[in-house]
């Protein structure tokens, strides 16, 4: 039996349950929103976690998804440090840490992602860091401000902490197994562009090398040492080896999982295998009506616009999630970058603009089809980037040869 019932229940403290419920109630939903997260602050957004909050610039309230008093405006109830602890998907019902058992009409789940851990010899050591939540970039903030800080990952976690550190006194070392920092989303040369700023900015890059184990002093962390021999001293390291969905709730719930991509398997309106149970978020891996395959994306943009999506479904409106995933990342105030994607893979980079300026967009190409693409200080070529990506047309030559010139007008590639 229920303690009490509400119209819809938001299982996550997240910017993809926070977005939802601003949703339900635009689109005029009218029953009780509760929405449930562990942690103990109202939904917020992580992106000034690695930039502007890492850095000691903006605050916590800055970062907030909205201020206090307009969760009560929107009587939308807020329940913080609580979590669902078990979902009975066939009951439509929720048991909080509370002990409170509460039933629904629809519930979306989007518990989000945890951290990856490295397992080495010395990681219990004080002074070795994740991020995820405020409370790691306090902690960071507090270790490396002004001292040695090794990164292991060069990924966007450890280029943007580099360079947020860097930019208040760290000396920053990243440690990565790639030949350059980003290689894996944007290739070789963008990354490469990319770890220039960083170089220039004095971060040092140790390529094509991994953590073997840390060293410790009085049980804080002293060096990393990595697996080609190289020992570097550190006053405190930031781990950023990625993320992994986290299914514990639906797992246990029974939910279909996708096991090759990670996460909560969702149709192309976010709709779980449970019925009145939707997900999304860093969570979701869903059916992409735009790509024509499934997908899960750990994007800000992708959780806020998902968000959406699901309340939209909640209320019955039968809307696929059709917006072309979005991401963006900022290097200190030295390099922002935008990319529309992603792309799976791709056999061919077209540039258009100049590196030497600091002004191009990078295209990537699957076949003549253009799976993703990349801007610094262009980021008007990404509209067209999302256009050409959802028409998922193959480009000639000459189409090709257009998009590589910055002087050629865009509009006309790929109209059919
Ligand atoms: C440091 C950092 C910087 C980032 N910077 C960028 C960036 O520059 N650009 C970009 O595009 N993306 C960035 N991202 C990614 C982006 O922030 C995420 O994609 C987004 O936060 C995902 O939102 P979400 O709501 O799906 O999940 P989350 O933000 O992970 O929220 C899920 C919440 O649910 C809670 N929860 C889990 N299980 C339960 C339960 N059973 N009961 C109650 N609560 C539960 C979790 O504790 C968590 O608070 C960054 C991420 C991090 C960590």
New binding site residues.
Partial sequence: MADRHVAHLL????????NCARWLREEGADGEILL????SDPPY???P???GYLRGEESREDAYFRPDGWWREQRIELLTR????KLDAAARTATLSTKEVVSYDTALI????NVRRLPAEGSELDGIHY???FGN?DAIRADAAGRRVVLIGGS??GC?VAASLTAIGAQATIVMMEQVTLERGFGRRAGGWLQQVLERHGVRVVAGDRLARFEGEGGRVAAVVTENGERIAADAVVIGAG?AP?V??ARAAGLELDEEHGGIRCDSRLRTSAPGLFA????ASYDSVVHGRRLRV??????FNQ?RTAALNMLGRDQPHDVVP?????LADWASLEYVGPAARWDREVVRGSLEEGAFSVWYLDGGRVAGALSIGRGDDLEEARRLLAARVALDDGELRRLGDPGAELAQIGAR
């Fill in positions: 299982i996550g403290g997240g910017l993809a349950s926070a449930v997260g562990r942690e957004n992580r992106p976690l690695t930039k609580t979590s669902v602890m989007a518990t989000g992602a991020l995820r939540a970039s966007y976690i943007e993320v986290d514990t709730l999304a978020g860093d969570v750990e994007h800000w943009d992708v959780a968000g979005y991401f963006f990342s900022d």
